[in-house]
């Protein structure tokens, strides 16, 4: 399904989420609006090196960010595996993949319409509200 968040477009895979479509749209409008820091729904992780690195991801608090290297040490591998399961991330958003950045604090990479731009709002939005 795709929800529209801060003026772009995101694909979620609903199969991920144990929600109805109604629920998942409810809870994108209250984040938007500055209601919600944290989604509750339940999140189907893959018994995979991805579902390992969502499960770092969902870890990350609302308004900070960590690096993929944070990342790759926390699981014992490298920051390039930890960017290509951020790229997997079947429910941007929900698991927050945009929390993850640079060493440098740049932006690589999201999987919105508009990647890297939408990122940096969601980043910006989030740290205007915490």
Not at 44 to 68: H, K, Q
Not at 81 to 102: D, E, F, K, S, T
Request: proline residues 5%.
């Amino acid at each position: 399904m795709r929800v529209s968040v801060l003026g772009s477009d995101l694909a979620l895979d609903e199969r991920s989420l144990d929600a109805d479509r109604a629920e998942i749209r409810e809870q994108v409008r209250e984040y938007e609006r500055g209601e919600r820091r944290s989604f509750d729904l339940a999140v189907r992780f893959p018994e995979t090196f991805t579902g390992r690195v969502m499960r770092a991801m969902a870890a990350i608090p609302y308004a900070e960010t960590r690096t993929y290297g944070d990342l790759a040490a926390d699981l014992d591998t490298a920051p390039v595996a930890v960017g290509g399961a951020c790229g997997r991330n079947p429910v941007p958003l929900v698991v927050p993949c945009h929390r993850v950045v640079g060493s440098d604090g740049g932006l690589r990479g999201f999987s919105a319409a508009d990647g890297v731009a939408c990122k940096r709002r969601l980043l910006d939005f989030e740290a205007e509200r915490a």
